[in-house]
């Protein structure tokens, strides 16, 4: 089972910035996509952002963009996550997919593997 591990997660104040990184093995890194993906209790996982295996194409879905950057470090088979302008409705669970096999980015199914995911909490 490929290991996927998001770090990063905290408790930050309304309008703060947060960056999150994912590491994962060879597997379902190398030569793949590699998305961002966030989670409320009860209800589905929301696609965020995605990054090419060259990190040279990028999406953002449209709530968080212009305040979410997504960034690929294939030397230290990384991604990050730089978060600004963080409101309490970006309070969720937030988890990395590896091995993307093509097809929607922000279709979970496309994923091979999922990390547990780290915990992102905005308050005051």
């Known amino acids: 089972q490929a290991q996927v591990v998001e770090s990063g997660g905290g408790l930050v104040q309304p309008g703060g910035s947060l960056t999150l990184s994912c590491t994962a093995p060879d597997s379902v890194f190398k030569t793949y996509g590699m998305g961002w993906f966030r989670q409320d209790p009860g209800k589905e996982r929301e696609g965020l952002s995605w990054v090419s295996a060259d990190g040279g194409t990028k999406f953002y879905a449209d709530s968080v963009k212009g305040r979410f950057t997504i960034s690929r470090d294939n030397a230290k088979n990384t991604i990050y996550l730089q978060m600004t302008t963080l409101t309490v409705e970006d309070t969720a669970m937030y988890y990395c997919?590896?091995?993307?096999?093509?097809?929607?980015?922000?279709?979970?199914?496309?994923?091979?593997?999922w990390g547990q995911g780290t915990q992102v909490t905005v308050s005051s």
């Open positions: 997919g590896g091995g993307f096999s093509g097809g929607r980015w922000n279709d979970v199914r496309r994923y091979k593997s």
